[in-house]
Structures are given as structure tokens and as C-alpha cells.
């Protein structure tokens, strides 16, 4: 009998109430849609230089190697990785992207009778991986936008399992100085892990940046995330990694399923890794991208959030969700974020010189209207 067949009833109770995740709308959708062509997407804060030849090339070897299951352990990626910053080997963790390090990390670690600690406006991965394990999400006020650690360490009870820190935040582009960090890591105590994601690490400033991996032998508790998928340019392959203490890395290795990263993954961004030239123009046409968004909303008296990252999240005001879609209209994708209590804002990548003008050209046109 299946007269009142209600799968919303049978599943999980964290799981009924989430909403699914609102991902930057895809070019070939708005293509569909409107029937134009030459559209601009500065909404995922993909890399607008595209993939690097060395990873091209790379790719292109790799084909013919299909048939065959990639290596589970991600060897040589993992070995390149150790050496590039100076782990062990065994502290790493392989994703299908950081999301799904992030995840792993919840599965492993978090229970239902357990809370998990991340800011307003923080991503929006934390509390869907923490709700879908039925762990209660504990949301911490921002300060500023950014994360407030001082509020964020008094939240920490008995039965605090995890805390999420993105580093600088997305959607905010806010960064927290490794003197806060360090602070904030001596006041966790041992039942509690912190996760440092770090997906915007390579556009700080090198003298910003945390020594974030080297701080794990001093405190075991703490997670640091990366990705392939910005400055690396990466985002379609998913690709990403933990570095943790090696026994954090071996409990949520025996979770992790075993071919999570696939072999173009793996080929992709161990080339990825030898291409220091492409990261340096990734990080210079950031820079400059930046500025040319900066000096926009500084000539049209628009507030912005001082952004670390490789996006500008922009105060437009209360009608940002008629400007979206007028924005749409004009062949420009932008990503709304309403969704992260920040009705006001739209939050733009940075994209080429001529992608930031199509947006600021559009922009102007409407704020005229
Ligand atoms: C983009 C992003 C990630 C990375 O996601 P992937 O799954 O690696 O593509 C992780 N954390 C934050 C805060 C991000 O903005």
C-alpha cells in the first residue's frame, strides 16, 4: 500500500528543514532564459582566468587513463601537497572539493546531542552539514560583518563539538589577523574542533597570511581547509583538502569514500601546484579587478565590506533583489544574499577588466534609472 506514501516524514528532522543550496546561476541557464548571448558571470568567485595551460595539458594526458579507478590514496598529490607546506603526509584529506572536507568533518566528529558554532553571514555550508547530521547550529552575531571571536569563544559549552571559521569569510570578503586567531585557538578547549577554512588564503597579502598549517602541532584540535577552486581555477573538477593533526586525518579518511577525488581531480591539481605563474596573474588581475570595483562604488556612493577575497560584496540597498534581476536582464550575473541576512547586498566576483566593466556599465545604467 502507498495510498499516503510521505517521504518528508521519513526522513532525517535536521534534513526537512534545510533549504537547498542557491548556487550562482549558471551561464548556459540565463542563455535559455533570456536568449541572448555574452553574458557575464561574476557570481561563484570562480577564477576569470580560466585553467591553466599546465593543467590543460596535464588534462589532456590524463584522458586516456579513464578506464581505470584513480588512486584512492591520492599519492602523489598528497605527497606534493606535504611538501609544498611542510606537513606530513598523513595530516592530509583528500575532497571532492572543501566542501566535502567539510562535511566529512561533521560526519566524523559531530553528534545529534552535539552544537556546532559559526557566525552570521558566515557560509552557508556550516550549518547545512551540521543540521543534516541533526547537531544544533549555534549562529554567533557578527561584528562588522566579520566574525566576533570573542562572542564566538563565550558560546563554547559542554557540549560545543565544532567551530567553522572561514578565513576571510564568504560572503563578506572579512579577514580576522593571525595575532586574533592564535588568541582565539588558546582559549578552545580539547573537545573542540576548530576548522579554519581558508578558500581565499592565496589573494591575502603573504605577510597576512596565517601560518595556519605550522600552528597544528601546538594545537591538535585545529583543522585548516583549502580549495582548488579559486585562485587555482579549479571549480568544475572540485577539488580540496584537509590538513589536520594525522589522527584527525585518519578517522575522517576512513569515512571519506575512496575515489571522492576523481583522476582529472587529482592530475588537475597536481599540476595546478606547479603552475606559480598562473596563480601570481590569478592574484594580480584580482588586484586590479578589485580597485577598478572599489573605485566604481567610491564615484557612485555605494558602500562596500572591505573584501581579503577574490569578490566585493556591495550595499546597494533595500531593492538588491530588483537590481539582480535587472542586472540578469542586462546579460550580468551577480549572486543576491539575502539568504546570509544580508538583504542590501549583492555580492560580486571579480572578473576580467571588460566583465567588471560589462557590471559596472549595467550598474550605473540601472542606479540612473
Ligand atoms: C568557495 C568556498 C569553499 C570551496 O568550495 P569547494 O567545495 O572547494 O569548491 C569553501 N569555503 C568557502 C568559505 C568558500 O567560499
Redesign the pocket.
Known sequence: MTTSFNPAELALPGIRELQPYQAGKPIEELERELGIKDIVKLAS?ENPLGVSPAVQAALTTAISGLARYPDANGFYLKDALATKFTVDINQITLGN????VLELLARTFVQPQHEVIFSQHA?V?YPLVTKAIGATPVQVKAKDYGHDLDAMAAAITDKTRMIFI?NP??PTGTFLQKQEIEAFLQKVPAHVLVVL?E??YEYVPEHERAPSMQWIDRFPNLVV?R?F??AYGL?GL?A?FAVSHAAVADLMNRIRQPFNMNQLALTAALAALTDEHFLAESIDVNQAGMTQLIDFCDQHGLNYIPSHGNFLTIEVGPNAADIYQKLLLAGVIVRPVGGYELPNHLRVSIGLADENDAFCKAMESILSE
Not at 572539493?97 to 566535502?100: A, C, P
Open positions: 568567485n572539493g572543501s566542501n566535502d557560509f555550508v572561514a569569510n564568504n577554512d578558500a581565499y581547509c580549495t577552486s579559486k571549480a572540485r580540496g
